[in-house]
């Protein structure tokens, strides 16, 4: 496995807005996950999506994978203050290795 | 579903002492990780275990830091002796192999 780069390293939205962020890796994976990352709830598992889909849904959460950019992004729509967290991509199959997060700060 | 369990959730100690954490992963997760996380920094990957087998521990300062996982389920990992810079929060996690992983609550060890 490897560790994604994500991207930007801070963001700040109102709420209600959508945020975007983006995670780049390096070599072939078989899948990438998300997670985030909050005082509250400490680190989470959002979604897992696989080398051989395009885009996944949870919720308000839209996860798409390009595998021919090696890319990944996260959208999360209607953002609400407890959104306010840390997010992390995870490339790779084996192993979970995270980079330096994208800190998204959801603003009253 | 109980979550993973880790403990203490809070150690401070001075320079020099030896310290352990505990983990009780999630019944049945044969994967069970170990990370060190500086504040502001994302996780760093220590070890991960498979079962009770070191699958990587390429990461783990090996001269102070140990961990052991008996009969592939509890884990412990111990610090010894610490190192002013060993201040972090230390968190494990366990998922079945290929899933996405679930978190403990982390211990926040401070070293003076």
């Known amino acids: 496995s490897q560790q994604g780069e994500e991207d930007p390293q801070a963001l700040s939205i109102q709420e209600g807005e959508n945020a975007t962020m983006n995670c780049s890796y390096k070599?072939?994976?078989?899948?990438l996950q998300w997670y985030r990352q909050n005082s509250g709830r400490g680190l989470v598992h959002l979604i897992l999506?696989?080398?051989?889909?395009r885009e996944k849904h949870s919720g308000r959460l839209r996860v798409t994978l390009d595998t021919s950019k090696k890319s990944s992004s996260l959208l999360i729509t209607a953002s609400r203050a407890a959104d306010t967290a840390s997010y992390f991509c995870?490339?790779?199959?084996?192993?979970?290795?995270f980079g330096k997060g994208t800190r998204l700060h959801i603003l009253p | 579903e109980a979550g993973v369990a880790q403990s203490p959730r809070y150690k401070i100690i001075e320079k020099r002492q030896s310290v352990a954490f505990w983990c009780n992963p999630i019944s049945g997760h044969a994967t069970l990780y170990w990370y060190q996380q500086i504040l502001g920094q994302g996780p760093k990957l220590l070890i991960q275990?498979?079962?009770?087998?070191?699958?990587?521990d390429s990461q783990l300062p090996k001269d102070r830091f140990s961990a052991e996982r008996l009969k592939g389920v509890d884990s412990t990992l111990k610090i010894q002796p610490a190192k002013l810079e060993d201040s972090a929060v230390y968190l494990c996690?366990?998922?079945?192999?290929?899933?996405?992983?679930?978190f403990g609550q982390g211990t926040r060890l401070t070293v003076v």
């Open positions: 995870a490339p790779g199959d084996d192993k979970i290795i």
């Open positions: 999506i696989r080398s051989n889909e």
């Open positions: 275990f498979q079962n009770n087998g070191v699958v990587d």
């Open positions: 996690a366990s998922s079945l192999l290929g899933r996405g992983a679930f």
């Open positions: 070599t072939s994976i078989n899948n």
